[in-house]
Every structure is written in C-alpha cells, then in structure tokens.
C-alpha cells in the first residue's frame, strides 16, 4: 500500500487549506485512515481519524475548524482545515490501517503565518 498527500502549503492566519490522501496498491480493506502532524521539537500527534464504521475524532485543539471525510470508492482521505492558527503549522502526515497494518504518507508541510 502506498500512500501519496498533497494540499499543504503556506497560508495567512485565518485562512483555509484541504489536504488529500490516496491510497493505492493492493487494497482489501482499510479500517481507519486519519491525519498526524508533527511540529518542530514536538511529538508526532493525532489531528483527526475517520473509522470504516464512520466513527470520527478529533484533536480537541481542532475540534469545529477541522474536518475529516473520507471516499472509500477513491480510497481516499480528506482534512479541510479552516480557520487555521499559526499553532497548526506542522508537517502533516496521513495514515491508513490496512489489514491491521499501518501505512504512512510523506508527510506535507502546513505553514500558518500570524
């Protein structure tokens, strides 16, 4: 399973960005696919998970800017960010749960400017 991300970038306080996840390969199924991020000199964190049975969470630091969907017919994930903080810029990762095995993206960078 490979994992490939895009939408980050820079964007002024108060701004908005949608990031995408697609994943490909041999997919049989995928049971969680969620968003980390990692800020320099920080721990890699959980922004927002999507489950197959459409259970959704969220980092409490996100909760009613941040929205995870997901396209399982495109095998993909979804986070719109809006409102974003200067606090949100951070390398973004996207992770899928296939099969019980965990799979991570490249990562793409969100910057913030105040």
């Known amino acids: 399973v490979q994992l490939q991300a895009s939408g980050g970038g820079l964007v002024q306080s108060g701004g908005s960005l949608r990031l995408s996840c697609t994943a490909s390969?041999?997919?049989?199924?995928?049971?969680?696919m969620g968003w980390y991020r990692q800020a320099p000199g920080k721990q890699r964190e959980l922004v927002a998970i999507?489950?197959?049975?459409?259970?959704?969470n969220y980092v409490d630091s996100v909760k009613g800017r941040f929205t995870i969907s997901r396209d399982n017919a495109k095998n993909t994930v979804y986070l719109q960010m809006n409102n974003l903080k200067p606090e949100d810029t951070a390398v973004y990762y996207c992770?899928?749960?296939?099969?019980?095995?965990?799979?991570w993206g490249q990562g793409t960078q969100v910057t913030v400017s105040s």
């Open positions: 992770n899928v749960v296939h099969m019980l095995v965990s799979y």
């Open positions: 390969g041999r997919i049989i199924s995928i049971s969680a």
């Open positions: 999507t489950t197959s049975g459409g259970t959704t």
